[in-house]
């Protein structure tokens, strides 16, 4: 019997659950920090790395209180993160600025000059990451930090990911090139892989901008997967927080990769963490490429499989929009969904609202809703844009299983899944398959798990899940939901290649508004 706690870092909060091997959960309590936005500029996202540590002291002390444990009992921390979120550090580890978030967009030019480059010398680990690096990934946001930052270039030490910050901090680690980093985050947002020597070389880099120079020493030290320690917890961070000095931290991981374990994702498995973005993770033996999946990283996921991660780079905060524009919340104007049937809006809703992630990786585009009339109303929106979200889905998962992914099951995870059965059965209609739902909140799970890995509590990460990840709820596709979808999907995968990509092929799209209203009049008229 132990008692371990795990961290997850989300957008907005941090959330600790104490998990008891035998019993399972015995407590979760979460703690907000500021996210902070400019409206002149909607590129700009960023966190305080101290904000973020107070509330994870927060969070840490309210679950043990809730539990009504002894903090000393605990017997191993380990933690998530979001990603790409970048802090760039100086002496003793010190951060020179706030975090870059995951959703913090203003890198846009250095990932299309990343790209292109890369591209022309025939850098392999471009391949690696779909064939586009992205403006939300680790190189693009440090080089937009070095060029904007002219002032405070001479004070950086070493650039960290979130995950490894946090675990460097808590470990008392004041020496950059002691802190060990993460494969998982790396490879995915860094273009790390052991095939070609860890990070794409210097000569690259320099070439990439001068300013670039050296970073590929400032970045060195072990890069490793979570079944590996970051150290220990420090004596100044384990009186903060009310536990025991000394206890293991493994190496983090970005939240998605964990939340997948967390809601018991296995090899041929699929799991979408569907929250304010989706972020699809899958695992295999497979080292295949994908063109436009953002990440095929060994041991990224479970150390004995390779990861492959993609997503959705808006899904939650795009139904908050649409709420907000209408002056309620998204429960109210939820409110009836039920009722609705596929494509019966005769509305076409792309999902770009923040950008594409995968498969075209271009944060150029917007959201296009096509099929508007004079009637309809902001619920027929939010209708059409879950629709719009599990076709875009589709297409990712196509082309996962065109790059010989494995795909029998699909997991919908994170916070969205638990409580809108409405989208949940608009996914298994769309993509004709059962979906799974956690019975319950799975996030927090995965840290759990690789930290009772840290404590030798179970032997492998499948006895952990066996013993604290929590049942399925299935949501079986309706047959005659799922043909009319097929016929939608046609037209969505027409005009998203069409309209996504600046070189697409000419393609005729005016069968498109006629054929979503044809399928709009025939649901109703079957009504």
């Known amino acids: 019997m132990a008692i ?32 902070n936005r400019r409206r002149e500029d909607p590129d700009f996202a960023t966190q305080s790395h101290a904000a973020q540590m107070s509330s994870l002291v927060a969070a840490t002390r309210k679950a043990i209180a809730e539990a009504d444990i002894d903090g000393h009992t605990i017997e191993a921390i380990a933690l998530d993160t979001t990603g790409s979120s970048v802090v760039m550090v100086g002496a003793n580890m010190q951060p020179l600025d706030d975090y870059y978030l995951w959703c913090d967009h203003r890198a846009k030019q250095e990932a299309q000059q990343i790209t292109a480059l890369a591209h022309t010398e ?12 992205s403006h939300e990934w680790g190189f693009a946001k440090l080089l937009h930090w070095l060029r904007h930052n002219p002032e405070r270039r001479s004070d950086l030490v070493s650039a960290f990911e979130h ?22 985050a790396m490879g995915h947002k860094w273009m790390w892989n052991p095939k070609w020597d860890g990070l794409p070389p210097q000569s690259f880099l320099s070439k990439l901008d001068p ?59 699929v799991v979408n963490v569907v929250g304010t973005s989706t972020c699809i993770i899958a695992m295999g033996k497979s080292n295949q490429l994908i063109p436009g999946v953002c990440g095929v990283v060994p041991g990224s996921v479970h150390p004995a499989y390779t990861g492959v991660e993609a997503g959705l780079s808006a899904v939650g905060d795009i139904f908050e929009a649409i709420a907000k524009r209408a002056g309620k919340s998204v429960a109210e104007l939820s409110t009836g969904l039920d009722t609705y049937k596929p494509a019966q809006t005769g509305l076409l809703r792309l999902t770009w609202d923040n950008g594409d992630r995968t498969v075209l990786v271009n944060a ?10 004079l009637l309809h109303t902001a619920q027929d929106e939010l209708f059409a844009a879950i629709e719009g979200t599990a076709l875009h ?65 179970f032997a492998s990460i499948e006895e952990a899940q066996d013993a604290v990840c929590l049942g399925h709820k299935t949501f ?3 047959p005659q939901s799922a043909a009319i979808y097929n016929e939608l999907f046609a037209f969505y995968r027409k005009t998203y290649f069409a309209l996504g990509s600046k070189d697409a092929s000419p393609v005729g799209l005016g069968d498109v508004l006629p054929g979503i209203r044809k399928l709009a009049e025939g649901v109703r008229g079957n009504a």
């Open 122 to 133: 025939g850098l392999e680990a471009i391949e690696w990451c779909g064939g586009v690096y």
């Open 393 to 457: 889905t589709r297409i990712i998962l196509e082309r996962m299983a065109e790059g010989g992914v494995p795909i029998e099951r699909v997991i919908n995870a994170g916070g969205i899944p638990q409580r809108n059965d409405v989208l949940n059965q608009v996914y298994a209609d769309v993509l004709n398959k059962p979906v799974l739902v956690p019975a319950g909140t799975p996030t927090s799970l995965g840290s759990g798990i690789f930290a009772f890995l840290a404590a030798g509590t």
């Open 476 to 478: 079986t596709p309706n």
């Open 211 to 269: 300013l670039l120079d050296g970073i590929r020493e400032k970045l060195s030290g072990e890069y490793l997967t979570s079944d590996h320690l970051a150290g220990h917890l420090s004596a100044e961070w384990a009186e903060k927080m009310g536990l025991r000095a000394g206890i293991p931290v493994p190496v983090g991981a970005f939240d998605a990769h964990w939340d997948a374990i967390g809601a018991g994702c296995r090899e041929g498995d």
């Open 364 to 373: 150029e585009l917007g959201g296009v809703t096509l099929g508007w009339n």
């Open 4 to 35: 371990v706690a795990g961290v997850d870092f989300g957008t907005l909060s941090v959330r600790v659950t104490l998990l008891d091997s035998v019993k399972g959960r015995l407590a979760t309590a979460s703690a907000e920090y500021p996210l």
């Open 163 to 184: 995950c490894d910050m946090v675990a460097a901090t808590l470990c008392g680690i004041t020496d950059a090139k002691l802190v060990k980093r993460s494969a998982c």
